[in-house]
């Protein structure tokens, strides 16, 4: 539960459950805590809640529910859409083609790849981190077996042209006589962007529960019918033999549930918090001098302020937000903690040394702007009193 005692600022790195989620969740622990396998009735509630599940989220996602599996977060999710939709025995075709701004959870597996063999390109987004589609198109060839972009990029919020860029995939692949999968990792799209599977015309989906008032440990990938993908685990033959594992039941549940909440509240959470942010952008450029905006200014995510401080490292501003209640981020949450420039700023163009002083904000509709003017002042504050020590 937030209380008044601090300012969560990083919810690209996970956001708290939401109550009517956890209520919707709790039953599935101590009541119906049956396997979806099992024959007997309260089992067959389990499989019935899970089926319902996959209902609510495939209509989210304008596909059919069979189209939908069920995994423990987005690093799955993407793992099996990359590793699973490529056909390691093919040696003709082993081309693929990502960018280098994308989720560890992508390029780790796409290294993966490389080292059995497989020709993976990593294209270069401009200085704003938007990547071209015509260079897609000019990229792709014959041997191109899956395209891996991700929709909003965590770090930075730059939001791709992911249609455009389908549509190029398609041109191109209609020229060469040949069906390449397209994967979009929409993580941290599913808050504020368009993630109708059809408007985009992606092959391969992925979301996390945990990124949007749902739980931790519970994703979903989108497989387009017809898109082969080899199953990863070896099981039970869970998820139409795509996904062994038992299904998390109440994770599912509770991922649904925060979508069906979603639903409701987007249009307007989209609106609160774009406002927020484009306060706190606002008072960052004009009260603190020697910042750099990271990111396209208007093609980005609603909730997402990315910063780099000249002269300052972005380890001890965390420390000083974090001793004054404010909670941030100094990059994706995997990376924090590190003292290793971004890969995402360094893609973008940041010197390694600017890149290192960078803080993200990423706000929430439990934010608000007295919370939002607080920070302001402790930035402006903070910055300064960085600036004026000494190095050491
Ligand atoms: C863009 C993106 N992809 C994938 C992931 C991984 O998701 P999860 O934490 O559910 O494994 C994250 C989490 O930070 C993310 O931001």
């Known amino acids: 539960m937030q209380d008044n005692s601090y300012i969560y600022l990083d919810h690209a790195a996970t956001t708290s459950v939401h109550p009517e989620v956890v209520e919707a969740m709790n039953p599935f622990f101590s009541e119906y805590y049956g396997n979806p396998s099992g024959l007997y009735s309260m089992a067959q509630e389990s499989r019935r809640s899970v089926d319902q599940s996959?209902?609510?989220?495939?209509?989210?996602?304008?596909?059919?529910?069979?189209?939908?599996?069920?995994?423990?977060?987005?690093?799955?999710?993407?793992?099996?859409?990359?590793?699973?939709?490529?056909?390691?025995?093919?040696?003709?075709?082993?081309?693929?083609?990502?960018?280098s701004i994308e989720h560890h959870a992508v390029l780790n597996s796409c290294l993966q790849l490389e080292e059995i063999g497989f020709d993976v390109e990593y294209l270069t987004p401009d200085s704003d981190g938007l990547i071209d589609p015509h260079e897609i198109y000019n990229r792709i060839r014959k041997e191109t077996v899956l395209v891996s972009i991700m929709l909003v990029n965590n770090e930075i919020g730059t939001v791709q042209p992911i249609s455009r860029i389908t549509e190029m995939i398609k041109q191109k692949s209609t020229e060469l006589g040949i069906k390449i999968p397209f994967h979009t990792d929409a993580v941290q799209a599913i808050e504020f962007e368009e993630i109708n599977?059809?408007?985009?015309?992606?092959?391969?989906?992925?979301?996390?529960?945990?990124?949007?008032?749902?739980?931790?440990?519970?994703?979903?990938?989108?497989?387009?019918?017809?898109?082969?993908?080899?199953?990863?685990?070896?099981?039970?033959?869970?998820?139409?033999?795509?996904?062994?594992?038992?299904?998390?039941?109440?994770?599912?549940?509770?991922?649904?549930?925060?979508?069906?909440?979603?639903?409701?509240?987007?249009?307007?959470?989209?609106?609160?918090?774009?406002?927020?942010?484009?306060?706190?952008?606002?008072?960052?450029?004009?009260?603190?001098?020697?910042?750099?905006?990271?990111?396209?200014?208007?093609?980005?995510?609603?909730?997402?302020?990315?910063?780099?401080?000249?002269?300052i490292e972005g380890e001890p501003l965390l420390v000083g937000l974090d001793f004054n209640g404010i909670f941030a981020s100094s990059g994706s949450a995997c990376s924090s903690g590190s003292l290793e420039a971004s890969h995402v700023l360094t893609s973008i163009g940041r010197p390694v040394e600017l890149a290192k002083s960078s803080l993200r904000l990423t706000l929430g509709y439990t934010n608000t702007s007295d919370e939002i003017d607080y920070v302001l002042d402790k930035l402006v504050e903070l910055v300064s009193k960085l600036r004026s020590m000494p190095i050491l």
């Open 54 to 99: 996959r209902k609510i989220i495939s209509n989210f996602l304008g596909c059919r529910p069979s189209e939908i599996i069920f995994t423990s977060g987005g690093t799955e999710s993407d793992n099996l859409a990359i590793k699973g939709s490529v056909n390691v025995n093919n040696s003709s075709g082993r081309h693929v083609l990502t960018t």
């Open 197 to 311: 599977v059809n408007t985009l015309g992606v092959d391969l989906l992925s979301l996390s529960g945990h990124k949007f008032g749902g739980p931790k440990g519970v994703g979903v990938l989108y497989i387009r019918r017809g898109v082969p993908l080899n199953s990863l685990q070896s099981g039970g033959g869970q998820e139409r033999e795509r996904r062994s594992g038992t299904e998390n039941v109440p994770g599912i549940v509770g991922l649904s549930k925060a979508i069906s909440i979603l639903d409701i509240r987007k249009e307007a959470n989209k609106r609160y918090c774009r406002n927020l942010r484009d306060r706190l952008i606002d008072g960052i450029s004009k009260r603190i001098p020697g910042t750099y905006l990271n990111g396209h200014p208007t093609i980005r995510v609603d909730n997402n302020v990315n910063f780099c401080f000249e002269g």
